[in-house]
C-alpha cells in the first residue's frame, strides 16, 4: 500500500505566502514524478507544478515566479512554496506521485493525497 499525506494550506492574505508538504510512504521502489495540482470550486482539476526524480520542474503559466516546487528523494517528499498568492490561487490542492513499487517490475502507478484547502482572501 502507498499513502501520500499533506500537510499546510490555510488561510492567507493576498500576497501572502504558504508552504505545502506532502510525503509518500508504503511500499514505493522508486518515484518517478511528483507534483501539485488544485481544484477550484466548479472548475476542473489543474496542474500547478510537477518535478521529476533528477530535478526538472514545470509550472503552470499562472503559477511560474510565484510558486516554487522542490523534492528530497531521500525523504520521498515534495514541497510547494507558493508566494504573492492570489485570491484566484483559492482551491483544494492535491499532491500526486508517479511511483514504481517493485524493482522487478517497471510498471508506474499514480497516487493521490487528500487534499489540503488553501484560501486566500482579498
Known amino acids: 500500500q502507498v499513502q501520500l499525506v499533506e500537510s499546510g494550506g490555510g488561510l492567507v492574505q493576498a500576497g501572502g505566502s504558504l508552504g505545502l508538504s506532502c510525503a509518500a510512504s508504503?511500499?514505493?521502489?522508486?518515484?518517478?514524478?511528483m507534483g501539485w495540482y488544485r481544484q477550484a470550486p466548479g472548475k476542473q482539476r489543474e496542474l500547478v507544478a510537477i518535478?521529476?526524480?533528477?530535478?526538472?520542474?514545470n509550472y503552470a503559466d499562472s503559477v511560474k515566479g510565484r510558486f516554487t516546487i522542490s523534492r528530497d528523494n531521500a525523504k520521498s517528499t515534495v514541497y510547494l512554496q507558493a508566494n504573492n498568492l492570489k485570491p484566484e490561487d483559492t482551491a483544494v490542492y492535491y499532491c500526486?506521485?508517479?511511483?514504481?513499487?517493485?524493482?522487478?517490475?517497471?510498471?508506474?502507478?499514480?497516487?493521490w493525497g487528500q487534499g489540503t484547502q488553501v484560501t486566500v482572501s482579498s
Open positions: 508504503g511500499s514505493i521502489f522508486t518515484i518517478n514524478v
Open positions: 518535478a521529476t526524480s533528477n530535478g526538472n520542474t
Open positions: 500526486n506521485a508517479r511511483i514504481r513499487r517493485y524493482m522487478w517490475s517497471s510498471d508506474e502507478y499514480d497516487y
